[in-house]
């Protein structure tokens, strides 16, 4: 069995089916036998989610019941400063060692801002990066240098991931969904139907406590 410990990071307002099955997809080309749902706090200068937190880890519950692949962390969620991802991956280095091949998932859309992120340029010595693809978005990075950032760190070999700590940036071939949280929240606020966007557990979930109404 694979020792590569997986995150997928995400605000996750809520979870819906363009996280779950690209990442279902991601794991079983990779071989992960897990991946962590790491749920984030959004900083208080950002617009905030419309869900809590509590309830945006609710909805993650909901959506793995019957996904055994998929486990969660709360632990950027119990601190009120931001969670930087490149904070998260030191604590997890230091909790696992520094043999533990880690990775971290994003999608298509996050990798093209990566240089956005705090210490962004830390990423890769703490784990690699599994990519998803998105619709809608570029496959190539936005200026020379980061596309050269990334054809240096590309694993041309799935082994690669398994057999080293960290540093190697892995495009998964996902299948496309377009849908988007953005999407989702807005339709419900208009009253649309989300049925094939999310799992029926999440609908009912946010049925329940009355979320993205009105
Ligand atoms: P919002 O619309 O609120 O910005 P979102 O749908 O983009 O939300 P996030 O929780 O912000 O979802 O995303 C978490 C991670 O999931 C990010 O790395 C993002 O790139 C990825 N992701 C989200 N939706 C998709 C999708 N449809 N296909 C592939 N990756 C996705």
């Not at 419309?50 to 993650?60: G, K």
């Not at 969620?77 to 909790?95: K, M």
């Not at 240096?152 to 080293?164: K, N």
Request: proline share 7%; with cysteine; glycine share 6%.
């Amino acid at each position: 069995m694979s020792k590569l410990y997986a995150l997928f990071g995400g605000t996750f307002d809520p979870i819906h089916y363009g996280h779950l099955r690209p990442v279902e997809a991601l794991a079983q080309q990779v071989g992960l036998k897990k991946v962590t749902l790491l749920p984030n706090n959004v900083p208080p200068h950002r617009p905030q989610p419309e869900a809590s937190a509590q309830q945006r880890v609710a909805m993650l519950r909901c959506a793995i019941a019957d996904r055994p692949l998929f486990e969660i962390d709360t632990r950027e969620l119990e601190h009120d400063t931001p969670s930087w991802t490149v904070a998260t991956l030191e604590a997890l280095r230091a909790e696992r060692g520094a043999e533990q091949p880690l990775a971290f998932i994003v999608g298509q859309d996050s990798l093209l801002t990566l240089a956005k992120w705090h210490r962004w340029q830390d990423l890769l010595s703490l784990c690699h990066l599994l990519v998803c693809k998105r619709p809608g978005y570029a496959t190539q990075m936005d200026t020379p240098e980061m596309q050269r950032w990334l054809d240096e760190h590309l694993a041309d070999d799935v082994q690669q991931l398994h057999h080293s700590s960290a540093g190697r940036i892995w495009l998964a071939d996902t299948p496309l969904l377009n849908i988007s949280a953005t999407e989702i929240r807005q339709r419900r606020h208009a009253g649309a139907s989300c049925a094939d966007l999310l799992p029926d557990a999440v609908i009912d979930y946010i049925d329940s406590v009355g979320l993205y109404r009105g």
